[in-house]
Protein backbone atom coordinates (compact mmCIF):
# COMPACT_ATOMS: atom_id res chain seq x y z
CA UNK A 1 0.00 0.00 0.00
CA UNK A 2 1.80 2.96 -1.29
CA UNK A 3 1.72 6.15 1.61
CA UNK A 4 -0.98 8.07 -0.61
CA UNK A 5 -3.20 5.17 -0.14
CA UNK A 6 -2.31 4.85 3.77
CA UNK A 7 -3.49 8.21 4.63
CA UNK A 8 -7.17 7.18 2.65
CA UNK A 9 -7.22 4.54 4.71
CA UNK A 10 -6.75 6.75 7.80
CA UNK A 11 -8.94 8.84 6.94
CA UNK A 12 -11.69 7.15 6.25
CA UNK A 13 -11.04 4.90 9.61
CA UNK A 14 -11.09 8.18 11.34
CA UNK A 15 -14.23 9.33 9.68
CA UNK A 16 -15.98 6.30 10.56
CA UNK A 17 -15.07 6.16 14.00
CA UNK A 18 -16.56 9.31 13.99
CA UNK A 19 -19.96 8.54 12.63
CA UNK A 20 -19.64 5.79 15.12
CA UNK A 21 -19.62 7.75 17.87
CA UNK A 22 -22.20 10.35 16.96
CA UNK A 23 -24.40 7.46 16.35
CA UNK A 24 -24.10 6.08 19.95
CA UNK A 25 -23.79 10.00 21.50
CA UNK A 26 -25.52 12.49 20.13
CA UNK A 27 -28.64 14.96 22.04
CA UNK A 28 -31.35 16.95 20.63
CA UNK A 29 -31.58 20.04 22.86
CA UNK A 30 -35.10 20.34 22.08
CA UNK A 31 -35.59 16.97 24.48
CA UNK A 32 -32.48 17.20 26.51
CA UNK A 33 -32.38 21.02 27.58
CA UNK A 34 -35.45 22.58 30.23
CA UNK A 35 -36.11 25.01 28.25
CA UNK A 36 -39.34 25.88 30.43
CA UNK A 37 -37.22 26.40 34.30
CA UNK A 38 -37.17 29.98 35.04
CA UNK A 39 -33.90 31.78 35.45
CA UNK A 40 -32.57 32.59 39.39
CA UNK A 41 -31.31 35.67 39.70
CA UNK A 42 -28.55 34.63 41.79
CA UNK A 43 -27.75 31.96 38.51
CA UNK A 44 -24.65 32.41 36.94
CA UNK A 45 -24.51 31.60 32.86
CA UNK A 46 -20.99 30.89 33.21
CA UNK A 47 -17.92 30.60 35.46
CA UNK A 48 -17.06 33.98 37.37
CA UNK A 49 -13.52 32.98 37.25
CA UNK A 50 -14.06 33.28 33.36
CA UNK A 51 -15.53 37.10 33.66
CA UNK A 52 -13.96 39.58 32.41
CA UNK A 53 -14.21 41.89 35.44
CA UNK A 54 -13.21 38.57 37.89
CA UNK A 55 -10.03 40.11 40.02
CA UNK A 56 -10.78 43.41 39.51
CA UNK A 57 -11.68 46.38 41.83
CA UNK A 58 -15.07 46.71 39.96
CA UNK A 59 -15.66 42.78 40.72
CA UNK A 60 -15.16 43.76 44.64
CA UNK A 61 -17.67 45.79 44.60
CA UNK A 62 -20.31 44.07 42.97
CA UNK A 63 -23.34 42.16 44.42
CA UNK A 64 -23.70 38.65 43.59
CA UNK A 65 -26.97 39.56 41.49
CA UNK A 66 -25.19 41.99 39.93
CA UNK A 67 -22.10 39.43 39.07
CA UNK A 68 -24.58 36.21 37.79
CA UNK A 69 -26.42 39.13 35.56
CA UNK A 70 -22.73 39.80 34.02
CA UNK A 71 -21.96 36.59 33.71
CA UNK A 72 -24.84 35.58 32.30
CA UNK A 73 -25.01 38.29 29.84
CA UNK A 74 -21.01 37.89 28.81
CA UNK A 75 -22.43 34.11 28.29
CA UNK A 76 -24.56 34.96 26.02
CA UNK A 77 -21.81 36.90 23.97
CA UNK A 78 -19.96 34.18 24.02
CA UNK A 79 -22.60 31.78 22.16
CA UNK A 80 -23.46 34.79 20.40
CA UNK A 81 -20.02 34.50 18.58
CA UNK A 82 -19.82 30.94 18.40
CA UNK A 83 -23.48 31.23 16.09
CA UNK A 84 -21.29 33.41 13.93
CA UNK A 85 -18.28 31.42 13.63
CA UNK A 86 -20.15 28.17 13.44
CA UNK A 87 -21.71 29.80 10.16
CA UNK A 88 -18.50 30.33 8.79
CA UNK A 89 -17.55 26.67 9.46
CA UNK A 90 -20.61 25.32 7.67
CA UNK A 91 -19.83 27.36 4.82
CA UNK A 92 -16.63 26.72 4.69
CA UNK A 93 -17.32 22.55 4.92
CA UNK A 94 -19.57 22.39 2.39
CA UNK A 95 -17.56 24.10 -0.22
CA UNK A 96 -14.80 21.73 0.80
CA UNK A 97 -16.85 18.64 0.33
CA UNK A 98 -18.61 19.68 -2.66
CA UNK A 99 -19.13 17.24 -5.77
CA UNK A 100 -17.11 14.76 -3.84
CA UNK A 101 -17.54 11.62 -3.50
CA UNK A 102 -20.25 10.95 -1.21
CA UNK A 103 -19.74 7.22 -0.37
CA UNK A 104 -16.49 8.49 1.24
CA UNK A 105 -17.22 8.10 5.14
CA UNK A 106 -15.02 11.55 5.65
CA UNK A 107 -18.17 13.15 2.87
CA UNK A 108 -20.67 11.65 5.13
CA UNK A 109 -18.99 12.96 8.31
CA UNK A 110 -18.63 16.36 6.99
CA UNK A 111 -22.67 16.55 6.28
CA UNK A 112 -23.03 14.94 10.25
CA UNK A 113 -20.74 18.00 11.51
CA UNK A 114 -22.79 20.68 9.92
CA UNK A 115 -26.05 19.14 11.60
CA UNK A 116 -24.50 18.93 14.36
CA UNK A 117 -23.56 22.91 13.83
CA UNK A 118 -26.71 23.54 13.16
CA UNK A 119 -28.27 21.91 16.17
CA UNK A 120 -25.62 24.05 18.31
CA UNK A 121 -26.47 27.16 16.87
CA UNK A 122 -30.38 26.93 17.40
CA UNK A 123 -29.46 25.78 20.82
CA UNK A 124 -27.04 28.67 21.58
CA UNK A 125 -29.52 31.09 19.94
CA UNK A 126 -32.14 29.66 22.41
CA UNK A 127 -30.34 29.77 25.67
CA UNK A 128 -28.93 33.47 25.00
CA UNK A 129 -32.46 34.65 24.52
CA UNK A 130 -33.20 32.73 27.87
CA UNK A 131 -30.41 33.99 29.64
CA UNK A 132 -32.06 37.47 28.92
CA UNK A 133 -29.65 39.09 26.13
CA UNK A 134 -29.67 40.67 23.22
CA UNK A 135 -28.18 39.61 19.90
CA UNK A 136 -24.36 40.52 19.93
CA UNK A 137 -22.41 40.55 17.07
CA UNK A 138 -18.96 41.15 16.55
CA UNK A 139 -18.34 44.51 15.11
CA UNK A 140 -18.84 44.99 11.58
CA UNK A 141 -15.78 45.03 10.36
CA UNK A 142 -15.02 41.62 11.60
CA UNK A 143 -18.63 40.59 10.32
CA UNK A 144 -17.33 41.95 6.58
CA UNK A 145 -13.66 40.28 7.60
CA UNK A 146 -15.95 36.54 8.06
CA UNK A 147 -17.28 37.10 5.22
CA UNK A 148 -13.93 36.97 3.02
CA UNK A 149 -12.73 34.67 5.27
CA UNK A 150 -15.26 32.22 4.82
CA UNK A 151 -15.00 32.74 0.51
CA UNK A 152 -11.52 32.01 0.27
CA UNK A 153 -10.10 30.30 3.35
CA UNK A 154 -8.62 26.44 2.06
CA UNK A 155 -7.35 23.64 3.62
CA UNK A 156 -5.48 23.49 6.34
CA UNK A 157 -6.63 27.32 6.86
CA UNK A 158 -9.83 26.66 6.82
CA UNK A 159 -9.18 23.74 9.36
CA UNK A 160 -6.91 25.05 11.95
CA UNK A 161 -9.23 28.51 12.32
CA UNK A 162 -11.78 26.16 12.95
CA UNK A 163 -9.98 24.18 15.39
CA UNK A 164 -8.91 27.73 17.02
CA UNK A 165 -12.99 28.40 17.29
CA UNK A 166 -13.41 24.96 18.95
CA UNK A 167 -10.71 24.76 21.39
CA UNK A 168 -11.31 27.98 23.14
CA UNK A 169 -15.16 27.51 23.35
CA UNK A 170 -14.48 23.80 24.38
CA UNK A 171 -12.35 24.82 27.53
CA UNK A 172 -14.14 27.82 28.94
CA UNK A 173 -17.30 25.23 28.56
CA UNK A 174 -15.08 22.47 30.25
CA UNK A 175 -15.73 24.70 33.42
CA UNK A 176 -19.11 25.73 32.89
CA UNK A 177 -20.80 22.23 32.54
CA UNK A 178 -19.57 21.41 36.06
CA UNK A 179 -20.54 24.26 37.98
CA UNK A 180 -23.54 24.56 39.92
CA UNK A 181 -23.58 27.85 40.25
CA UNK A 182 -24.52 28.27 36.96
CA UNK A 183 -28.08 28.09 35.51
CA UNK A 184 -29.19 24.25 35.01
CA UNK A 185 -30.55 24.74 31.66
CA UNK A 186 -26.96 26.41 31.07
CA UNK A 187 -25.01 23.91 32.11
CA UNK A 188 -26.74 21.24 29.72
CA UNK A 189 -26.17 23.43 26.56
CA UNK A 190 -22.50 23.11 27.64
CA UNK A 191 -22.49 19.54 28.12
CA UNK A 192 -23.72 18.95 24.76
CA UNK A 193 -21.50 21.48 22.93
CA UNK A 194 -18.60 19.67 24.55
CA UNK A 195 -19.17 16.20 23.93
CA UNK A 196 -20.42 16.83 20.43
CA UNK A 197 -17.56 19.27 19.44
CA UNK A 198 -15.12 16.64 21.08
CA UNK A 199 -15.90 15.15 17.38
CA UNK A 200 -15.30 18.09 15.66
CA UNK A 201 -11.74 19.08 17.29
CA UNK A 202 -10.79 15.51 16.31
CA UNK A 203 -12.16 16.14 12.60
CA UNK A 204 -10.30 19.12 12.78
CA UNK A 205 -6.94 18.28 13.53
CA UNK A 206 -7.03 15.39 11.04
CA UNK A 207 -7.93 17.52 8.33
CA UNK A 208 -5.20 20.03 9.83
CA UNK A 209 -2.34 17.72 9.33
CA UNK A 210 -3.40 15.92 6.13
CA UNK A 211 -3.47 19.28 4.26
CA UNK A 212 -0.27 20.38 5.54
CA UNK A 213 1.32 16.79 4.46
CA UNK A 214 4.34 18.31 1.57
CA UNK A 215 3.82 21.97 2.42
CA UNK A 216 6.62 24.36 1.43
CA UNK A 217 7.61 26.91 4.35
CA UNK A 218 6.38 29.55 2.39
CA UNK A 219 2.62 28.14 2.53
CA UNK A 220 3.08 27.57 5.99
CA UNK A 221 4.04 30.62 6.99
CA UNK A 222 1.57 32.27 4.64
CA UNK A 223 -1.05 29.29 6.51
CA UNK A 224 0.12 30.44 10.19
CA UNK A 225 -0.32 34.14 10.00
CA UNK A 226 -4.20 33.53 8.27
CA UNK A 227 -4.82 31.70 11.45
CA UNK A 228 -3.31 33.81 13.61
CA UNK A 229 -5.89 36.73 12.52
CA UNK A 230 -8.72 34.51 12.07
CA UNK A 231 -7.98 33.11 15.75
CA UNK A 232 -7.53 37.13 17.09
CA UNK A 233 -10.94 38.29 15.81
CA UNK A 234 -12.90 35.14 17.39
CA UNK A 235 -11.21 35.66 20.85
CA UNK A 236 -11.46 39.47 20.90
CA UNK A 237 -15.01 39.13 19.39
CA UNK A 238 -16.15 36.73 22.50
CA UNK A 239 -16.77 39.80 25.09
CA UNK A 240 -19.11 42.25 23.30
CA UNK A 241 -18.53 45.54 25.26
CA UNK A 242 -21.74 45.74 25.66
CA UNK A 243 -22.48 43.35 28.16
CA UNK A 244 -21.49 45.90 31.01
CA UNK A 245 -24.52 48.39 30.20
CA UNK A 246 -26.79 45.12 29.64
CA UNK A 247 -25.96 43.65 32.70
CA UNK A 248 -26.83 47.37 34.59
CA UNK A 249 -22.85 48.58 35.08
CA UNK A 250 -20.75 51.45 34.35
CA UNK A 251 -19.94 50.48 30.85
CA UNK A 252 -17.02 52.85 30.72
CA UNK A 253 -15.36 51.62 34.64
CA UNK A 254 -16.35 48.28 33.09
CA UNK A 255 -14.53 48.32 30.38
CA UNK A 256 -11.27 50.25 31.49
CA UNK A 257 -11.00 47.44 34.20
CA UNK A 258 -11.54 44.66 31.84
CA UNK A 259 -8.43 45.72 29.39
CA UNK A 260 -6.15 45.65 32.55
CA UNK A 261 -7.39 42.51 33.80
CA UNK A 262 -4.59 40.06 34.33
CA UNK A 263 -6.64 37.70 35.67
CA UNK A 264 -8.78 36.93 32.65
CA UNK A 265 -5.71 37.33 30.41
CA UNK A 266 -4.07 34.59 32.56
CA UNK A 267 -7.09 32.27 32.34
CA UNK A 268 -6.99 32.44 28.13
CA UNK A 269 -3.42 31.35 27.87
CA UNK A 270 -3.54 28.68 30.69
CA UNK A 271 -7.14 27.31 28.37
CA UNK A 272 -5.42 27.85 24.95
CA UNK A 273 -1.61 25.94 25.72
CA UNK A 274 -3.05 22.69 24.59
CA UNK A 275 -4.01 24.59 21.18
CA UNK A 276 -0.64 26.25 20.75
CA UNK A 277 1.03 23.39 21.10
CA UNK A 278 -0.92 21.55 18.48
CA UNK A 279 -0.56 24.30 16.36
CA UNK A 280 3.47 24.12 16.97
CA UNK A 281 3.73 20.85 16.47
CA UNK A 282 1.90 21.41 12.96
CA UNK A 283 4.07 23.89 11.68
CA UNK A 284 1.58 27.03 12.51
CA UNK A 285 3.13 28.80 14.98
CA UNK A 286 5.88 30.93 13.61
CA UNK A 287 7.24 34.04 15.21
CA UNK A 288 4.47 36.50 13.32
CA UNK A 289 1.78 34.26 14.48
CA UNK A 290 3.28 34.00 18.17
CA UNK A 291 2.77 38.06 18.15
CA UNK A 292 -0.79 37.80 16.77
CA UNK A 293 -1.55 35.48 19.62
CA UNK A 294 -0.35 37.10 22.11
CA UNK A 295 -1.77 40.15 21.19
CA UNK A 296 -5.19 38.15 21.49
CA UNK A 297 -3.79 37.31 25.24
CA UNK A 298 -3.95 33.59 24.37
CA UNK A 299 -0.26 33.31 24.37
Keep these: MTTAEKDISHRADVATRLLDSSDQLSYDPVREVDWDSPVDPLHHGASPEWSTLYGTSYWDEMTEEQRAALTRQEAASVASTGIWFEMILQQMVIRDFYAKDPTDPAFQWALTEIADECRHSIMFARGAEKLGAPAYRPPQYVVEGGRVFKTLARGEAAYAAILVAEEVLDVMQRDWMRDERIAPFARTINNIHVVEEARHMRFAREETRERLQGAGAARRQFNALVVAFAGYFIVTSMWNGKVYENAGLDPKRAKREA ?31 KAIYRAAHVL
Excluded: I, K, V
Design 259 to 289: RRNQNHRALLRSSCAGLMEFLDSAGLLTAPA
